[in-house]
């Protein structure tokens, strides 16, 4: 974890996220008054691929982050090593 924690940032982040879902909520309510029940489901199944896909890179962390780290790529590995690097969930 990166000291000092920047809690600005945090704050920026969670309401970032909360415009982004109520404009998911609007589009999908948009949706389905336009009949596009199918386009809605086809997303829902796109959006749980990817949170799948996120949830299972996270678990992974502890195999990937030292077989990463261990290739030696010149700043590809110092930057996976990093405690704000890219196998960080939240740096903040």
């Known amino acids: 974890v990166v000291k000092p924690q920047n809690l600005l940032l945090c ?3 969670v ?7 109520n404009q998911l909520r609007r589009a999908i309510e948009f ?9 809605v489901q ?7 691929a990817g949170l799948a896909t996120i949830a299972g890179l996270i678990f992974a962390k502890p195999v990937l982050q030292p077989a990463v780290v261990g290739m030696g790529i ?3 590995s110092a930057f996976a090593a ?6 960080t969930v939240h740096f903040w």
Do not use: R, W, Y
């Open 42 to 48: 086809a997303m829902g199944i796109k959006a749980g």
């Open 11 to 13: 704050a920026c982040h």
């Open 82 to 87: 990093a405690d704000a690097g890219p196998f």
């Open 74 to 76: 010149p700043g590809v």
């Open 15 to 21: 309401s970032n996220v909360v415009a982004q879902c």
């Open 31 to 39: 949706k389905l008054s336009q009949g596009g029940e199918a386009e």
